[in-house]
Structure formats: C-alpha cells, structure tokens
C-alpha cells in the first residue's frame, strides 16, 4: 500500500468508528470533495463496518473526475451519480492528485 492508500484507510475507519450513519465527506487540500462510504449495506468491499476495504462506494464529485469513470452508475452525469465498487486504489490516486487530504480529514 502507498501512503495515500494508507491514509485513505485510515480516514474510513476513522469516520466509521465516530458515525453510524453517513460518512463525512473526504476533502482533498485542492478543494475537491467527494463521498467515499463503507459498511454493512453499501457498495462496498468487503461489506463491512470494519475494514481495510478494497472497494468502496464513491459518490457526487465537486468536480468531474475521469479516474471514477469506469465505475459510474449513471456515465456522463459525473458530478451526479455514485461509483460503487470503486478499488480503493483507485479513490487513494484521485486523492494524490488533487494535492492529498486536506487539513481536518485525519
């Protein structure tokens, strides 16, 4: 696992240990947004609330990002839709690119 993979995992657990519901947002240091959840009834792999994950379910970008693409529910409304099953590999190099986690994620 690279950092960011690290890091993404660390975020999920974290925030899934502090809710039961729906997880915060995951802010890059660019200003990109994005939903990425995990637990017993989501999109997720494995379905779990406790990980390491290496699937997650993504959604609703602030910005198109075409790294989700393959994975988008519903293609061409890419800031509107979730990306389920997305590698989690996948999530931690969207993060490296836009600048890594921002300050508050961790």
């Known amino acids: 696992m690279n950092k960011f993979e690290v890091e993404l995992q660390r ?3 974290k925030a899934r240990r ?3 519901g729906v997880l915060p947002p995951l802010c890059c240091a660019d200003g990109f947004k ?3 959840q995990v ?9 779990s609330d406790v990980g390491p994950w290496t699937r997650v379910e993504v959604g609703y970008p ?3 990002e075409p790294l989700l ?7 061409g409304d890419w800031t509107n839709t ?7 590999e996948v999530v931690a ?14």
């Open 82 to 88: 979730v990306y389920p099953y997305t590698p989690a």
């Open 34 to 36: 994005l939903s990425v």
């Open 11 to 13: 975020f999920l657990m």
């Open 18 to 20: 502090s809710t039961r």
């Open 93 to 106: 190099a969207v993060v490296e690119l836009h600048d890594g986690f921002a300050d508050g994620n961790m």
């Open 39 to 47: 637990g017993s009834s989501l999109y997720c792999t494995p379905r």
């Open 62 to 64: 602030s910005r198109v």
């Open 69 to 75: 693409w393959p994975w988008a529910e519903l293609p």
